[in-house]
């Protein structure tokens, strides 16, 4: 299974979207600025966060990336190096593509991009870019920085409001809502999960 940050699958194979068990299908976004409501303040997981938005897709992410870390939990130290179904990529790198995603969303700076012989698009050099800026991490400090970039990105959904996730903006497909991104991120993540699972024979989550 091979989606980019962006909804569509990485590689030679860009452009198409999917959908999992129990989800509905989603359209893909791009990179939005942040509109922080600073009136309401209240506490997520230890972040000072807002409290303007109560959209239901927030949840959904925080289901979908307490998943994988749980999944993390449970890998050996093998099983990080184990290869995926995503070209090029092993376990480890699959989970430094989610990090780069959520990083680039919340405006960080990314490495230059890549292009290794299995790539064939821009989207898909960017990609290889955060992969490769964390291929000496090893699975368990990949896996903490996926933590930590989840808990910031929550807290940043969580201190909008409801009108932000209203804000129409390009993406491949066209211009969508914000929360159709989102709903894209919680596909993207469920089959990146999914590969992880696959690549190391540990079958779950296939509906929720």
């Known amino acids: 299974m091979r989606?980019?940050?962006q909804g569509v699958v990485n590689g030679p194979d860009a452009g198409s979207t999917r959908a999992g068990p129990g989800r509905r299908t989603p359209?893909?976004?791009t990179e939005t600025q942040p509109m922080v409501n600073d009136d309401d303040v209240g506490t997520v997981k230890g972040s000072t966060v807002g409290e303007g938005s109560k959209e239901?897709?927030?949840d959904v992410l925080d289901d979908a990336w307490g998943a994988i870390v749980e999944l993390g939990d449970a890998l050996d130290v093998g099983e990080w190096e184990l290869p995926s179904e995503c070209p090029g990529w092993t376990v480890r790198d699959v989970l430094s593509h989610m990090v780069g995603t959520e990083r680039s969303l919340l405006g960080d700076a990314s490495p230059d991009p890549l292009e290794p012989p299995h790539v064939h698009n821009e989207i898909g050099a960017r990609n290889e870019g955060w992969v490769a800026a964390l291929r000496w991490h090893s699975g368990p400090q990949v896996l903490a920085e996926f933590r930590d970039v989840t808990a910031r990105r929550l807290?940043?959904?969580r201190s909008w409001p409801t009108a932000r996730f209203d804000e129409v903006g390009p993406s491949p497909l066209g211009m969508v809502p914000y929360r159709e991104f989102m709903n894209v991120r919680v596909m993207d993540c469920w089959g990146h999960e999914q590969d992880i699972?696959?690549?190391t024979a540990r079958p779950g989550h296939r509906e929720g």
């Open 3 to 5: 989606l980019s940050q």
């Open 155 to 157: 807290a940043e959904l």
């Open 56 to 58: 239901p897709v927030i």
């Open 27 to 29: 359209l893909p976004g």
């Open 197 to 199: 699972r696959v690549a």
